[in-house]
């Protein structure tokens, strides 16, 4: 795969620190030639992602709030003016409110669950929305992050469960759309990891060991076994693949008891 997406590039939105899956993702890219496009949430994070350049090869970074039209348009601007092209959108954002993701889905307050779906779903489509002309010109692929939640009831995951489905949802009609302007839109389904963005989530290390513990690998992944996953569906390897949901959980999803 070395130098498979040669002259490549690729916009990656979440990456938070080395142990962010979208930073498993970008280095998978970048190894095999993929020019990166980083997208970093507001100054703070912007410091966070200065700290790993290096280990990027010191990549093109710029502030994007994707909750706001004019900041991704302006995101996708500035990539066009400095690249020319966009091939590639990884979609890796995603929040909650801590407080609705334990307890009972019933208290679930209407801000926290549109601030779950514009975050962690809709942010998607607008991401797509303003990358569509260069993605298009360039047979593109969409990349986004989900998890077991959105189809079985995962404890302490509550609003972001129906997010992640929400998300999986807007995959599909966004391949359905984008399909034949020859763009593919794909996700996938990663087990538990320990992230910045899962510490959110209670019991994550019960989460982890019941994983390592019942899963057909006995073990949980790594951000790399998903960054590699993740860059062959984003390269011509999978060019007849599109609104598919793959997982990478070591197999967990195929349990029963």
Not at 60 to 77: K, L, P, Y
Request: proline letters at 2%; one cysteine or more.
């Amino acid at each position: 795969m070395e130098g498979s997406l040669a002259g490549k590039v690729a916009a990656v939105f979440g990456i938070a620190n080395q142990r962010s899956i979208a930073f498993g993702i970008a280095q998978n890219l970048a190894a095999c030639g993929a020019r990166l496009a980083l997208s970093y949430q507001n100054e703070r994070m912007g410091k966070s992602i200065d700290k790993l350049a290096e280990d990027l090869g010191n990549p093109w970074r710029r502030e994007c709030d994707v909750t706001q039209d004019s900041a991704v348009a302006e995101f996708f601007g500035a990539v066009r003016d400095d690249f020319g092209r966009c091939d590639i959108v990884v979609h890796s954002v995603a929040t909650a409110k801590r407080e609705e993701l334990g307890g009972s889905f019933l208290d679930t307050s209407w801000e926290g669950f549109a601030l779950a779906q514009e975050v962690s779903a809709f942010s998607l489509v607008r991401l797509c929305k303003h990358a569509a002309p260069m993605l298009e010109e360039a047979n593109g692929s969409v990349l986004a992050l989900t998890y077991l939640g959105s189809e079985r009831v995962v404890p302490n995951y509550n609003v972001m469960g129906v997010a992640k489905a929400s998300l999986e949802s807007c995959v599909r009609y966004l391949a359905s759309d984008l399909g034949p302007r020859g763009v593919r839109v794909n996700a996938i389904s990663a087990g538990p990891i320990r992230t910045l963005s899962a510490s959110g989530v209670s019991d994550l290390v019960t989460m982890l060991n019941f994983v390592a513990e019942k899963s057909p690998m006995r073990r949980n992944v790594t951000i790399d076994e998903v960054g590699k996953a993740a860059r062959f569906l984003l390269s011509d390897e999978a060019s007849g693949v599109t609104g598919q949901i793959l997982f990478v959980d070591s197999g967990y999803h195929i349990m029963g008891m």
